[in-house]
């Protein structure tokens, strides 16, 4: 198997609190992998770095074979463009606007037609599960659905990792296990997934738990 991301010897300080001490991590392609700990262990913070979104204080990233990839430089933007993909636990949609509206945003640099991407959006609904209108408003949706529409535009993007920061926190058990299930098969399909949790049913899910 091929490593998707790599930490080596990495240490995250925000002034003189130090969240991550000499944290190793290897991630191989296809792996679903749960990452869990105390509130304030830095978990967070290991999905930030691997995103991208966060340096490390020291430390070296290897991601899709590229060796510390600067924010915002151009190997960063095509990595983020093309490779990773993001699932919040607060779905992170635009609640006043509309499911098809949402779903456009992916798809903004499509040269596809009007009509072809009105399919690509309906079908990537029906594979989480949905079949309700495009123009249907985020805010009417259930707490559920948005999570479902949230993975259905993750769909409409190149993604080979996906990062999930308790996408089940804001859940019922049986939303829950129904995004979970959406994961799990999107893993099966090939999809490399961490998943930041404390919740011991998501963990049960993933291939394996790096307890922190």
């Not at 091929?2 to 290897?26: F, Q, S």
């Not at 993975?151 to 829950?176: H, V």
């Amino acid at each position: 198997m091929k490593n998707v991301c790599e930490l080596i010897d990495i240490t995250k300080a925000y002034g003189d609190h130090v969240v991550l001490n000499h944290m190793n991590l290897n991630v191989q392609e296809k792996e679903m992998v749960a990452i869990t700990g105390r509130s304030g262990s830095g978990k967070t913070t290991i999905l930030n770095i691997i995103g991208l979104l966060e340096r490390p204080t020291s430390g070296t990233i290897k991601l899709f074979d590229e060796v510390n990839p600067q924010i915002g430089s151009g190997k960063a933007i095509r990595i983020l463009r093309t490779k990773i993909s993001y699932l919040f636990q607060n779905y992170a949609l635009i609640d006043n606007e509309t499911i098809g509206y949402n779903l456009e945003i992916p798809l903004i640099y499509s040269k596809k037609t009007k009509k072809e991407k009105e399919k690509l959006k309906i079908d990537a609904l029906k594979k989480v599960g949905l079949d309700i209108p495009l123009k249907k408003k985020i805010y009417e949706l259930s707490g559920g659905e948005q999570q479902r529409v949230a993975i259905a535009r993750i769909l409409l993007k190149p993604c080979e990792l996906i990062l999930a920061d308790e996408p089940t926190g804001s859940l019922d058990a049986d939303n829950r296990d129904e995004i979970m299930k959406i994961l799990k098969n999107l893993n099966e399909e090939g999809k490399t997934i961490i998943i930041v949790t404390h919740d011991k049913h998501v963990t049960n899910v993933c291939s394996r738990t790096v307890n922190l």
